[in-house]
């Protein structure tokens, strides 16, 4: 079996996750060999450390002899660099969100459907054992008709006011704000489970001073079919999430985190739950397992960026809301 070669844009803590979990547990098929970063001790650490050609340019990475790219900069370069990828006829792996701005996005979608290259957008909640079993359950029909989908989150890095400092919440400009840069995570879960939203409406706090931030977000969202759902999510010191789904013949509770979740079915007409084991840890080498099955089997993945499109549709939309007051439309795809 030929080894993919692979090369990383962005060794930041994530870029630096992915190369050790790629070239420590794909060995024999495929191995990161290089680096793209826009600071300089990051790429000293990927040279001396990790053994990766590196540079600080995207165009000399990609004439590297690649198969592959890994994109998981700083959220408002994914656009430039994933058309580069494109262009030069490599694979893309992408972190949410996929850009800041729809144009973006647009251009994006473009280049990798104009090359054909295989694309896969890193929404972690699509690879993780819990979600999917509630994915499945609601594609077998367990749950009849979705009348609504909820889904809490909080991340325990804490808030700007208390002395904390996460960089998406200072910097908005580059990370497009909590909205899109994490809670894009939470709208992609209802999209993914119940199709797409036609209407989001969300309210937002912050203590960050004299700036456009957001550190607690919640939206409630109309979808096409009718279903209705809400969305929270904050970077506050509290770790925790709350996943609930209500069907006309069954609904169900995800709650906890890590070791303690507990995924409770309970079907309509029985007074007793059916406890389904459930275990919402990340993968450590998030959707990158998907990525190389797909460029191996040359299948274009149902987790691209023409999918995450509408995350970022709906997060710009509950952006809009917030500041205006007003319940957003969406166009549609």
Not at 49 to 61: F, N, R
Not at 120 to 149: E, F, H, P, Q, W
Not at 287 to 302: M, N, V, Y
Request: proline fraction near 2%.
């Amino acid at each position: 079996m030929t080894i993919l070669k692979g090369g990383v844009v962005g060794f930041g803590n994530i870029g630096q996750g992915l190369t050790r979990y790629i070239n420590e547990h794909k060995q024999g098929e495929a191995r990161i060999v290089a680096a793209c970063n826009r600071s300089k001790p990051n790429l000293d650490l990927a040279r001396e450390e990790y053994g990766l050609e590196v540079t600080h340019d995207m165009h000399e990475l990609v004439d590297m002899d690649l198969d592959f790219v890994l994109v998981v900069s700083t959220s408002y370069a994914h656009a430039d660099q994933v058309a580069i990828a494109a262009e030069a006829g490599l694979h893309v792996f992408c972190e949410k969100p996929i850009a800041l701005t729809l144009e973006d996005a647009d251009r994006m979608i473009e280049a990798v459907e104009s090359a054909g290259v295989v694309n896969v957008v890193n929404y972690s909640m699509r690879y993780i054992d819990a979600y999917l079993k509630i994915k499945a359950l609601v594609d077998a029909g367990k749950l009849g008709r979705l009348l609504s989908i909820c889904h809490y989150k909080t991340r325990a890095f804490g808030l700007y006011g208390a002395g904390a400092r996460h960089r998406a919440v200072v910097e908005p400009e580059e990370s497009g704000g909590w909205t899109v840069h994490h809670a894009c995570h939470d709208i992609d879960f209802l999209y993914w489970v119940n199709g797409p939203i036609a209407q989001a409406y969300a309210a937002t706090q912050t203590t960050v001073p004299d700036k456009d931030s957001e550190e607690v977000v919640l939206g409630t969202v109309v979808f096409e079919n009718g279903a209705i759902g809400h969305v929270g999510d904050s970077v506050c010191c509290i770790r925790d999430h709350y996943t609930q789904i209500i069907g006309t013949e069954a609904s169900l509770v995800l709650s906890g985190e890590h070791e303690e979740t507990e995924l409770r079915f309970h079907r309509e007409g029985e007074w007793r739950p059916e406890i389904i084991p459930a275990r919402d840890t990340k993968r450590r080498g998030g959707g990158t397992d998907h990525f190389l099955a797909c460029i191996r089997e040359g299948k274009q993945s149902p987790n691209s960026l023409r999918s995450a499109r509408h995350s970022l549709e709906v997060a710009l939309a509950m952006q809009e809301s917030a500041r205006s007051g007003q319940v957003v439309k969406l166009e549609g795809r």
